[in-house]
């Protein structure tokens, strides 16, 4: 099992210590060290591994500028994982391919640069799926990543070894990205939080060959949501360095802020399968009524109701299938027979579609936002399950059928996320608690998932800081 978690304080408070001496980079690096020693045998999130030596002796330097007061970033001193998709210069970078099993990228991707120039110290890089198609974390290079809840079962994906280090304590945070499910959709299943950002276009941060592309999202996991408020703000809006007092001191006039909003009703929105159009598992859906049972007895008003999503199937088809094309056309093109059927199958889609095809979609796209914008217009945020069906067997590559439903298609299994990809709305899951298939089967982890207003991220964490704490009884 997994140790209990979250594994570290929230990470102002981790700052703070070392700042006041309560504590190290070093002594919180080693930790996670041990843990992977003692646990990534089994469970295999993080195959790839930075040099010990070179992570200690950074947290060293960090440790030295911030006893002397100077400047430093706003992650100083904490470890970090970066999903391998994500170049990172001298680190082996596979993409989960044969094709990259042995390359070593000269430059940093965006993600990794940010978090570096905000003094995180890379730990190692975690296991994906072959260019990240499937929310299944297995691929011909770096193996199969298994659940710490139960090693028979997966972690998800893509960013399926992030998930599964932050649950066994090997890392503080991890970054990800997020097309279907691809955040959310991990951290669900290794009960942790995940947040995929609202769909904004950031060139800076290039998520994808298309640096205007909003399909996919940079974003992060992590213990908690106010750790997620941290790593969020690294990426979204990175700022120079300064000495660690004015970040701590920034940080608590903040939280004083928002335990003053805090005070304020929450009126949420919720359903379990939007009106019967989404199959979701039996054991889903009891864990899921259970949370919204404890909700509403903190206080919370919940009102039964979804938005019109009618159409988010096709277009997000349609949108993946382009998406692959512009980013794996030319590998398709060249390295066909070393790519996975799936890969092959996203990519050739893509290359069938006509022009009018890509603009319905486009225009079916800018609908369901409004729908899913002007719905969530009496409300706070909008809550369902993150995930329709429980961490399932890794040697099964994806679900077929979700309680007797068959499943039109291999990412079918993902519809509450990737519906939502498509409006373009944030959405951030929480843990809430955990289920199991039969009596006898192990408790596995499930997520509570938060839909927010467009570009309102900061509300919909302050949200998820409220319902993570009403619901922390059933996760622990």
Request: a negative charge; one cysteine or more.
């Amino acid at each position: 099992m997994p140790i209990p978690f979250p594994a570290f304080p929230p990470i102002p408070e981790l700052l703070s210590g070392f700042r006041h001496g309560r504590g190290s980079p070093r002594e919180i690096l080693e930790r996670c060290h041990a843990a992977i020693d003692a646990r990534d045998a089994d469970v295999n999130a993080l195959p790839t591994r930075v040099e010990r030596a070179d992570t200690l002796a950074q947290a060293e330097r960090i440790a030295r500028r911030i006893a002397r007061g100077e400047p430093v970033g706003a992650l100083a001193g904490l470890p970090w994982c970066a999903k391998d998709m994500h170049a990172t210069a001298g680190v082996r970078t596979t993409c989960g391919s044969p094709i990259f099993a042995d390359h070593v990228p000269r430059r940093n991707d965006p993600v990794v640069q940010r978090l570096l120039d905000a003094d995180a110290i890379l730990i190692a890089k975690s296991n994906t799926p072959e260019f990240a198609a499937g929310a299944q974390t297995f691929n011909p290079v770096l193996g199969t990543t298994r659940n710490p809840f139960a090693l028979s079962r997966t972690v998800g994906g893509s960013s399926g070894g992030g998930a599964a280090a932050l649950a066994c304590g090997m890392t503080v945070i991890a970054d990800g990205s997020d097309l279907a499910a691809s955040l959310r959709n991990p951290a669900a299943f290794c009960g942790v939080a995940g947040l995929r950002p609202s769909s904004r276009v950031d060139p800076g941060l290039r998520a994808a060959a298309d640096a205007f592309d909003t399909l996919n999202q940079i974003g992060a996991m992590a213990g908690r949501v106010a750790d997620l408020r941290c790593v969020e703000r690294t990426l979204r809006a990175p700022r120079p360095r300064q000495p660690l007092e004015r970040w701590l001191a920034e940080w608590e006039s903040e939280t004083q802020a928002r335990r003053a909003r805090a005070q304020a009703p929450l009126r949420l929105a919720w359903s379990i399968d939007c009106g019967g159009t989404m199959p979701v598992a039996a054991p889903i859906r009891r864990a899921m009524r259970e949370a919204i049972d404890r909700l509403r007895e903190a206080g919370i008003e919940l009102v039964e109701a979804w938005p019109d999503l009618s159409g988010a199937d096709e277009c997000f088809q349609v949108l993946r299938a382009r998406y692959f094309v512009e980013n794996f056309g030319e590998l398709y093109r060249e390295h066909r027979a070393q790519m996975k059927d799936t890969v092959v199958w996203n990519i050739e889609q893509g290359l069938a579609l006509s022009i009018e095809q890509l603009a319905e979609a486009a225009c079916t796209r800018s609908r369901i936002f409004e729908r899913v914008a002007g719905f969530l217009a009496g409300f706070d945020a909008w809550l369902l399950p993150t995930t329709q069906v429980l961490p399932f067997p890794h040697e099964i590559a994806w679900p077929t059928h979700i309680d007797g439903v068959a499943l039109d298609s291999y990412i079918g299994w993902l519809a509450s996320c990737y519906r939502i990809t498509v409006s373009g709305h944030p959405a951030l899951t929480v843990p809430a608690g955990f289920a199991r298939e039969a009596p006898g089967e192990p408790l596995l982890p499930v997520g509570l998932q938060l839909v927010g207003h467009y570009d309102c991220d900061e509300a919909l964490l302050d949200v998820g800081e409220r319902v993570e704490a009403i619901l922390a009884p059933l996760a622990a």
